[in-house]
C-alpha cells in the first residue's frame, strides 16, 4: 500500500513539473458567455410574453463517482490512466489538469437567465439564487442537472515515468472527455407542477490534450457545450411561448 501511495506521488510530481515547464494549464475558471468569442446567442423573440420570469439553481442530480488512477501512468507498459469526476469542481486537492472552477447548479441557470433575458422572451428575466427570497413574478423556470462528467486519459505511451519527456517534446498527453446534461422546465408561479414548457439539453465534449494546447479547451467546454445545448432551447422557447406561456 506504501508503494502505490509513493508511485500516486511520483507520478503526480511527474506531471506539475511537466505543467510548470510549459505553464500552459490556461484559466481554470467558469466563463460566460464561452470564450473566445465571449457573445451570446444571436436568437431574438419576434413576439414578447407579456409577463415576468425568474430563474433559480438547479437541482443537483448528479452522481458522485470519484476516480483517480494516475498512479498507474508510471507502470511499464500500461497504456494510459484514468481519473473520472461527476462532479469535478468538489474534488479535494486535484491534479492541476483536473481543476475546474465553477458552482455548476448556479452557473448554468444563470446563464439560462442572460440567455432568455437576451432573446427579449419575457418582459423581465431575473435569476434569484438560492438564500434569496423568490421575487413577484408570472412564471418560475427550473430544472435538474444530470451530469457533468468529467473523465481524463493519460498515457505514458507504455515507458512510465521516462514517457513524461515525451510529453515536454510535443506528444499528446492524452484525452479529457467532458458531458453536461440537464433538463429545463418553466411552469406559471406558485404552481410549480403545471409545467408550460420543458426541454431537455444534453452535450458531450472529448479534446486530445498536450502541454502546449488543449488543457484549457476541456474546461472551456463546460461554457461551450451549455451554449449549443440553450441554442435549440432558446430558439424552442422562442417559437412556443406566445402560445403557451399566457400570463
Same mark, same amino acid.
Given at each position: 500500500?506504501? +508503494?502505490?501511495?509513493?508511485?500516486? $506521488?511520483?507520478?503526480?510530481?511527474?506531471?506539475?513539473?511537466? @505543467? /510548470?515547464?510549459? %505553464?500552459?494549464?490556461?484559466?481554470?475558471?467558469?466563463?460566460?458567455?464561452?470564450?473566445?468569442?465571449?457573445?451570446?446567442?444571436?436568437?431574438?423573440?419576434?413576439? $414578447?410574453?407579456?409577463?415576468?420570469?425568474?430563474? =433559480?439553481?438547479?437541482?443537483?442530480?448528479?452522481?458522485?463517482?470519484?476516480?483517480?488512477?494516475?498512479?498507474?501512468?508510471?507502470?511499464?507498459?500500461?497504456?494510459? !490512466?484514468?481519473? /473520472? &469526476?461527476?462532479?469535478?469542481? /468538489?474534488?479535494?486537492?486535484?491534479?492541476?489538469?483536473?481543476?475546474?472552477?465553477?458552482?455548476?447548479?448556479?452557473?448554468?441557470?444563470? !446563464?439560462?437567465?442572460?440567455?432568455?433575458? $437576451?432573446?427579449?422572451?419575457?418582459?423581465?428575466?431575473?435569476?434569484?439564487?438560492?438564500?434569496?427570497? @423568490?421575487?413577484?413574478?408570472?412564471?418560475?423556470?427550473? *430544472?435538474?442537472? &444530470?451530469?457533468?462528467?468529467?473523465? +481524463?486519459?493519460?498515457?505514458?505511451?507504455?515507458? *512510465?515515468?521516462? %514517457?513524461?519527456?515525451?510529453?515536454?517534446? *510535443?506528444?499528446?498527453?492524452? /484525452?479529457?472527455?467532458?458531458?453536461?446534461?440537464?433538463?429545463?422546465?418553466? !411552469?406559471?408561479? %406558485?404552481?410549480?407542477?403545471? =409545467?408550460?414548457?420543458?426541454?431537455?439539453?444534453?452535450?458531450?465534449?472529448?479534446?486530445?490534450?498536450?502541454?502546449?494546447?488543449?488543457?484549457?479547451?476541456? =474546461?472551456?467546454? &463546460?461554457?461551450?457545450? @451549455?451554449?449549443?445545448?440553450? +441554442?435549440?432551447?432558446?430558439?424552442?422557447?422562442?417559437? $412556443?411561448?406566445?402560445?403557451?406561456?399566457?400570463?
Amino acid at each position: 500500500m506504501r +508503494r502505490l501511495s509513493v508511485v500516486h $506521488k511520483a507520478c503526480g510530481v511527474l506531471l506539475i513539473v511537466s @505543467l /510548470t515547464i510549459t %505553464g500552459c494549464l490556461g484559466s481554470r475558471d467558469w466563463d460566460y458567455p464561452p470564450p473566445p468569442e465571449n457573445t451570446y446567442l444571436e436568437v431574438t423573440a419576434d413576439q $414578447k410574453v407579456d409577463g415576468s420570469l425568474v430563474v =433559480v439553481p438547479l437541482d443537483d442530480k448528479r452522481g458522485t463517482e470519484v476516480r483517480e488512477q494516475y498512479w498507474a501512468s508510471v507502470i511499464p507498459f500500461m497504456p494510459y !490512466a484514468s481519473s /473520472t &469526476y461527476d462532479r469535478p469542481e /468538489t474534488v479535494s486537492n486535484p491534479s492541476p489538469v483536473d481543476e475546474v472552477t465553477f458552482s455548476p447548479s448556479r452557473d448554468f441557470a444563470r !446563464a439560462l437567465a442572460e440567455e432568455i433575458r $437576451k432573446a427579449n422572451i419575457f418582459t423581465s428575466v431575473t435569476f434569484v439564487d438560492k438564500d434569496q427570497p @423568490l421575487p413577484p413574478s408570472d412564471f418560475v423556470l427550473r *430544472g435538474r442537472l &444530470y451530469s457533468t462528467r468529467w473523465e +481524463r486519459h493519460i498515457s505514458t505511451y507504455g515507458l *512510465g515515468p521516462a %514517457g513524461t519527456v515525451l510529453w515536454v517534446a *510535443g506528444l499528446p498527453l492524452g /484525452t479529457t472527455e467532458t458531458d453536461v446534461e440537464l433538463f429545463a422546465q418553466i !411552469a406559471r408561479a %406558485g404552481e410549480p407542477d403545471n =409545467v408550460l414548457w420543458g426541454f431537455a439539453m444534453e452535450f458531450e465534449a472529448k479534446e486530445t490534450d498536450s502541454l502546449y494546447r488543449g488543457l484549457e479547451d476541456s =474546461v472551456t467546454n &463546460y461554457p461551450r457545450g @451549455l451554449q449549443e445545448g440553450l +441554442r435549440l432551447a432558446i430558439e424552442d422557447l422562442v417559437e $412556443k411561448a406566445p402560445t403557451r406561456l399566457k400570463p
